[in-house]
């Protein structure tokens, strides 16, 4: 199981101080987070990408890639890359360009995004969301998995002898998982396809989450790439510690009241009580996560949010710490008892790479028959 965290890269002032971190602050302590993750042992550092303010991260491969350079171990993944407003070639290229420069560290997380405007901005209508989900995801597949396509569709110009470059690395792509909150049928494309679904898991009940990876398990088991419960999975979150849940409560609470995206809202013990935010001490945030499997069953990646709303770059190294020190080595060893031995591991390029050497194998068997 992979631990990790995720950023959406908000430049938020920090309420208590009423100081706004300049953009170029911002994409430095972005990085600096990410060294942070993994020094401290995580496994994922993923980032959202945006176009808009108050967020920096609208061009991913460009900071994934100067990361991967000061990287040796690190997994870097997005969350999410656009596939409605982007092109899907150079979607293509720019992964597949970033997937050789980190020697395979690299997978991606396809979204439809949840800011109206972007779309009109890149020449899309935001009513054709879906639509353009499952044409541009269909058609880099291909661009990915075949040398030449030919395409024509609906939403952008006809390929004719097209070859994607560069190649994929091994000949394998990048691992994809389909992020949504709310969309059954962003699930249904993860499992139609055999891919990894990711629940954002952050602003929504654990009873809208047990059902929407409840209907990618089963339509994944439908589809004939496995039982239900090898199905790959994975979670977001957020979490705020301290060594005792008093101090934590009292120090995010103002960060919680002028956050971006939940702020002016629902109070902060309304919100951690109807949905998985956890402040609290790290036993708190071991004992809340290992609950997650009890309604999702054994699942794949989890990722934490830790950089949100404005709290300062110490406070976030200081979390990260605490996470890698005292949370994800206890629930490493948690969440490996009593998962049956065919639920699959979190993919990883050199898995995939086995995978699909397995298979060709497998095939020439059959044809020598």
């Given at each position: 199981m992979h631990f990790g965290i995720f950023t959406v890269g908000d430049v938020t002032p920090d309420p208590t101080t009423g100081r706004e971190p300049t953009e170029a602050e911002r994409i430095?302590?972005?990085?600096?987070?990410?060294?942070?993750?993994?020094?401290?042992?995580?496994?994922?550092?993923?980032?959202?990408?945006?176009?808009?303010?108050?967020f920096v991260p609208s061009s991913p491969t460009t900071m994934l890639g100067y990361i991967a350079a000061r990287t040796e171990r690190l997994l870097l993944s997005t969350a999410t890359t656009l596939i409605t407003t982007n092109d899907p070639v150079k979607i293509a290229e720019d992964y597949a360009m970033l997937q050789h420069l980190a020697d395979g560290r690299v997978d991606l997380m396809m979204g439809r995004g949840n800011t109206g405007p972007v779309y009109p901005w890149f020449g899309q209508d935001i009513r054709m969301g879906i639509p353009l989900a499952v044409e541009n995801y269909a058609l880099l597949r291909r661009l990915w998995r075949e040398d030449v396509v030919d395409w024509e569709g609906k939403f952008r110009t006809p390929l004719q002898s097209f070859t994607s470059t560069p190649r994929p690395l091994d000949g394998v792509p990048p691992f994809v998982w389909h992020g949504s909150i709310r969309s059954p049928e962003i699930a249904e494309q993860a499992a139609?396809?055999?891919?990894?679904?990711?629940?954002?898991?952050?602003?929504?009940?654990?009873?809208?989450?047990?059902?929407?990876?409840?209907?990618?398990?089963?339509?994944?088991?439908?589809?004939?790439?496995?039982?239900?419960?090898?199905?790959?999975?994975?979670?977001?979150?957020q979490v705020f510690m301290r060594k005792n849940s008093q101090d934590a409560?009292?120090?995010f609470r103002p960060y919680f009241d002028e956050a971006p995206v939940y702020g002016h809202g629902p109070s902060l013990e309304e919100f951690t009580s109807?949905?998985?935010?956890?402040?609290?001490?790290?036993?708190?945030?071991?004992?809340?996560?290992?609950?997650?499997?009890?309604?999702?069953?054994?699942?794949?990646r989890q990722l934490f949010l830790v950089d949100h709303a404005g709290l300062p770059l110490k406070t976030v190294l200081e979390q990260l710490d605490i996470l890698g020190e005292e949370v994800v080595p206890v629930l490493r060893k948690e969440f490996a008892v009593g998962r049956p031995a065919h639920v699959p591991d979190a993919p990883t390029h050199a898995s995939l790479v086995a995978a699909a050497a397995a298979s060709d194998v497998d095939a020439l068997e059959v044809a020598s028959q």
């Open positions: 430095k302590a972005m990085v600096a987070i990410a060294l942070k993750a993994e020094e401290v042992g995580l496994d994922v550092f993923a980032m959202g990408e945006h176009h808009n303010p108050p139609y396809y055999g891919d990894g679904f990711f629940a954002n898991h952050i602003f929504w009940p654990a009873s809208h989450t047990q059902r929407m990876v409840g209907l990618y398990r089963q339509r994944f088991e439908h589809y004939g790439h496995g039982s239900a419960d090898q199905a790959i999975v994975g979670l977001g979150g409560v009292r120090e109807q949905t998985p935010l956890t402040v609290g001490s790290p036993q708190q945030v071991i004992d809340r996560t290992l609950g997650f499997r009890k309604y999702v069953g054994d699942y794949q």
